[in-house]
């Protein structure tokens, strides 16, 4: 069964240091979005693609956060400098672009649990 | 921005009761997803609606759409084991191929054997 690979898994890093996470979503889709989720909360989108291109990154904080899907397949998702208040759950999905009422449903990846240390 | 809330926050329940989570919406939505998170996990998506007022079964899980598309619930009967875990509604927004897919606040659900 495919599903949306990232790593690393679990990352601990001082605050100050960079620090990057890596999402391979599902073959074939087109959209992928990066969420953040503290503990005890709703998944709260950062940055979400269609394709290679951003289509919303309004609650990405641009000043320290920055994220890529050069050739519309995998992305990256980088920190710097990473802060204790970025320590949260951070949560790759992928699905279908919509294609009116048929399901486009997340797909989720496993997530990258980061504390800032 | 766009916010989707949902109620009760947190609820236990004792084994064979009912259980139901409310989800509104700030903003009309194109459709509505729920997911299902259970504890150390990543959410797994359970269904889409996507007609005002639709009403959609699964088993003991009943899916309802607001008429006006700004709000759904999700209805558990006779709860077991198996159903704890956080539920969340997710709502989509915006053009196509410019669609937006935010959450909601999720409910919390603990079973009481």
């Known amino acids: 069964e495919a599903e949306v690979a990232q790593s690393p898994r679990y990352k601990i890093t001082e605050k100050s240091q960079a620090v990057a996470f890596w999402c391979d979503p599902i073959?074939?889709?087109?959209?992928l979005y990066w969420y953040r989720q503290i503990l005890g909360q709703g998944p709260e989108l950062l940055v979400q693609?269609?394709?290679?291109?951003?289509?919303?990154d309004s609650q990405l904080p641009k000043d320290r956060f920055s994220a890529e899907r050069l050739k519309g397949v995998d992305s990256t998702l980088k920190i710097q400098p990473a802060e204790l208040g970025d320590s949260a759950m951070y949560l790759c999905?992928?699905?279908?672009?919509?294609?009116?009422?048929?399901?486009?449903?997340?797909?989720f990846g496993q997530g990258t649990r980061l504390t800032v240390v | 921005g766009q916010q989707v809330m949902q109620i009760p926050q947190y609820q236990h329940v004792q084994e064979g009761e009912d259980f139901t989570t409310y989800c509104n919406s700030s903003?009309?939505?194109?459709?509505i997803q729920w997911y299902k998170q259970r504890p150390g996990g990543h959410p797994v998506f359970l269904i889409q609606?996507?007609?005002?007022?639709e009403v959609k079964k699964q088993k003991r899980l009943t899916f309802q759409f607001g008429e006006a598309k700004k709000n759904s619930s999700l209805h558990i009967t006779a709860t077991q084991t198996t159903d704890v875990g956080t539920y969340f509604c997710?709502?989509?927004?915006?053009?196509?191929?410019?669609?937006?897919?935010?959450f909601g606040t999720g409910t919390r659900l603990t079973i009481i054997p």
């Open positions: 999905a992928s699905s279908h672009r919509d294609r009116g009422p048929m399901n486009t449903e997340a797909f």
């Open positions: 073959s074939g889709h087109a959209t």
């Open positions: 693609f269609q394709d290679e291109s951003v289509v919303d």
């Open positions: 903003t009309t939505l194109s459709n």
């Open positions: 609606l996507v007609k005002s007022g």
């Open positions: 997710a709502g989509k927004t915006g053009n196509f191929g410019n669609e937006k897919l935010t």
